[in-house]
């Protein structure tokens, strides 16, 4: 029998866990009807928690939202819109952490060219209009209202500051609106030199004490190696711990993201600790938030202990 691996796809398998168990031939068919089961089970369990989280973050990256040209992916922009509208009319709370603006500012500015941190700075505030106007834009074909916050991830640790940014939080949620954050790149430089706003996203997670943290991007999720390489890459669909085996599958960064896989792993890390689960896929697909209700989606589930 060929390796037993989630029913979704025959390259993809759980690690970290019991489900990671591989089954060949030799292997008698008693342990083989155990392993299917207990890969069920576990898959069973994480959608049953996906589906009973109140509070979720979703973060989408620069590389997903923009494209080479500098400009907003509409089709992308939409679609992500139409299921964070599908989560709040199940009554969800749903805060968007929001990359971009320094690729849109690119855009604007045609840079073509390689940035200096303060050039980013600079380039970051032409981009925060131009991000802030489409999901605006977006969200009132829905008859919504957004608001924009601008954070560090040292704002999530300071006692003073992250009381405020909770209270605003919290306020706009009762008022109906949806919270759009991204890094104040004018003042805090952290999430330009490493992590495309996936470790602000964790600490936004831990502050708001969400459920869940959806990364979305242009990958399926964390990949045993580079997925261009497609004898040999195997998507990675649930991890319990954090190893030093997982944190060698991360790859690199693009030009418009600075993050990659490093920093979703280190996001995860942070929100496990805070038994906030995270989900790591493609939003390059329509209904990319609500396939995490089925069994045959390509993701990477990080699972925190409860």
Sequence with gaps: MAELVDARDSKSRSFGSACSIQAWG?????????VSSNLIISFVKAINTFNSSQRLVIK???????????VVNKSVLKNVVADIVWLLNKKKDVVVVSSGA????????????????????????????????????????????????????????????????????????????????NENDTTSTDEIKFGDNDILAAKISKLVSADHLI??????????????????DIL???????????EA???????????????????????????????????LKKDTIKSLTRTTTKATRFIAKS
């Excluded at 030799?26 to 155990?34: A, E, P, S």
């Excluded at 989408?60 to 500098?70: E, F, P, Y």
């Design 60 to 70: 989408i990256g620069s590389s997903l939202l923009t494209n080479s040209k500098g």
């Design 102 to 181: 320094i690729a849109l500012g690119r855009g604007k500015l045609k840079l073509t060219s390689e940035l200096t941190l303060n050039e980013s700075q600079a380039v970051a505030a032409t981009g925060q209009i131009e991000l802030m106007a489409a999901w605006q834009s977006e969200f009132k074909k829905h008859k919504l209202q957004v608001a924009q916050i601008l954070l560090s991830p040292s704002d999530a640790e300071n006692k003073k500051s992250s009381k405020n940014a909770i209270a605003t939080i919290e306020n706009l949620l009762t008022f109906g609106c949806v919270p759009i954050i």
């Design 215 to 232: 990364l979305l991007s242009n990958i399926d999720g964390l990949y045993s190696v580079p997925p261009k390489n497609q004898k040999k």
């Design 236 to 246: 990675i669909t649930e991890v319990k711990t954090i190893t030093k085996k997982i």
């Design 249 to 283: 599958m991360a790859g690199t960064a693009s030009l418009l993201g600075k993050g990659g896989m490093v920093s979703k792993i280190k996001a995860a890390e942070i929100c496990m600790k805070a038994k906030c689960n995270v989900i790591s896929n493609s939003g």
């Design 26 to 34: 030799t292997i008698t068919t008693f342990l083989v009807v155990k």
